[in-house]
């Protein structure tokens, strides 16, 4: 250890100074009062000559207090300009903080503007409707008096009842809407404040580091002392990696955010809207239990956001699961020579089935398609022309209502008007045949199972658009999200576990494994992963309903 040097004053001899020492560092080794003139880079400690030729003979190596004084100045000098560098990146990264985060906003603020106008369109709309309807009635009213006009009030009661409901269901639909947004946004603004934290963080250290650096200079002993703690402190604290870093997240979020839009299209006659564009990540909030009485459950397709149509392979029985209230409730009775391949909702009031016949015969497919109301009580059996003897059709309905309809292994599809029954155009592959589902595209392409593992993406005219594979789907299934013409293919991974991956309209993979699962020992139906109107996904592994939903991650 080293003290101060005594003083002429104190008795003893001015010392002589030297460049870059100040010669009143002295020894504090009483019996010497030496200045300091070495440091022993053995031991570590500045000494005097009288400690040198003493204790710090060889091994020992000594050099001049002078040059470590100089040599340290220089270590701590040479720092400066990396010091002086990471301040200006990180003053750069927060400034870039700032733009994504004011084009997040912005971003997100039109998203919300848009979602505004629409719905304020829609209460506009059914308020105009409202007025209308009780125009027409009121002019009704006036051809009797007394008795039109009791009918007339009713009318308006009822009217005024729809209207109201319709108009509730509106404000609930964009108040959800409101509140995706709403999460969506909280989302960015958490991890644009962790973000400016850190920096925040960083830039007060380079400065605690400064002001040290600032002090530490002032005298020598602190300076040898403390030197190589501040230096190894900037070693550690100082990486020109750490904006690169922020910057890649600052790019994430804001290319995801980009990806966020307000979708709407008409599923089933009903107008759904939602936010998407995004991947994120699904999640299982909720798993509804299969009653026992289902003895094979398959799943065909689904008729509304909540309903979903379970078949029991075993004896053809048709049942109707509401995830919601997760009641499940039988609505066609099975019979041995039929079963259901395929269904989808026309509109609020009609639902089309597709069938696999063994009694259908002669040139005609008779019974392989039919239409019921929402009591599944049977409206119309559609015939469609024979082309080969598996008298299995497979259907889909398009989004003008109208219903796609093939026969397995032949390449024609039909598109028929479900109101009178008729066929209106014939879409005929070239070398394909459907081999299982066909799905409507919002474009009015058509997705056709072609092969194994193998769908084609074809237009209405025939032509192959797109041809979708991949060696790890085996035993596959896929279906649409009509609102945003996003593909989903369930196939077995291995084992008991599935999957489920998603695909833009084109076959381009945007993510693996979304969705996975086990199947349970209860005997069941391979079944496809079925999208929701307003954006859940529901896969069945044979005992339950398994309803996904996705949530907006950075």
Known sequence: MASKFPTKE????????????????????LHHGEPITFYCKQHKIPICHKCATKDHQKPCELKDIGDVIFERRG??????????????????????????????SKHLETVNNKLQETFADKLKNAKETEVNLIRVINEEADEEIQKIN??????????????????????????????????????????????????????????NIESTITRINQHDETLVNEAPQVLASIDENVSL????????????????????TFVEAKVGGECCSRIDGYIGKWELVKSVHIPSFVNKPWVPGLISDDEICV?????????????????????????SNMDITSCAPINRNVIVCGKRR?????????????????????????????????????????RDGRILAAEISQSNIYVINPDNGKIVHTVTMQ????????????????????????????????????????????????????????????????????AVDQLSRDGIIQARGIVEYVESDRPFYFSPCLVTPYGNRVVCDGDKLLLYKKTFIL
Not at 88 to 95: A, E, G, N, P
Not at 172 to 194: A, C, G, M, P
Not at 383 to 391: D, K, M, W
Request: a neutral charge; glycine letters at 6%; aromatic letters at 6%.
């Open 431 to 498: 070398d394909k045949k459907v081999l299982g589902e066909i799905q409507a595209l919002s474009s009015g392409d058509i997705v056709v199972n072609t092969g194994y593992n193998k769908y084609t993406v074809i237009s209405r005219s025939g032509e192959e658009k797109a041809v979708i594979h991949c060696d790890e789907w085996g035993d596959s299934k896929c279906r649409v999200d009509k609102l945003t013409d996003t593909l989903f293919i369930t196939y077995r991974v291995a084992g008991k576990t599935y």
């Open 75 to 104: 270590n701590l000098e040479e720092k400066q300009p990396l010091i002086g560098e990471t301040k200006l990146l990180l003053q750069k990264v927060q400034s870039k903080i700032n733009a994504v985060s004011s084009s997040s």
């Open 150 to 207: 009791e009918k007339r009030e009713k009318r308006i009661k009822d009217c005024n009842i729809d209207i109201e409901k319709e108009q509730i269901t509106i404000k609930e639909r964009q108040t959800r809407l409101l509140s995706d947004t709403k999460t969506i946004s909280d989302e960015v603004t958490k991890k644009i404040n962790d973000l400016t934290n850190k920096i925040q963080h960083a830039l007060n250290t380079m400065k």
């Open 358 to 398: 063994w009694d259908s015969k002669g040139d005609r497919l008779d019974g392989c398609i039919t239409l019921y109301d929402r009591q599944w009580k049977m409206i119309r059996d559609i015939s469609i022309p024979r082309n080969g003897g598996f008298n299995s059709v497979y259907v889909n309905v398009d």
């Open 311 to 335: 078949e029991d392979a075993k004896n053809h029985d048709m049942y109707v699961t509401n995830i919601n209230t997760q009641h499940t409730q039988k609505v066609i009775d099975g019979v």
């Open 241 to 260: 990696n750490f904006h690169q870093d922020v910057n890649d997240c600052l790019d994430r979020i804001q290319s995801e955010v980009e990806r966020v």
């Open 10 to 29: 104190e008795g003893n001899v001015k010392l002589r100074t030297r460049k870059g020492h100040d010669m009143t560092w002295s020894c504090d080794n």
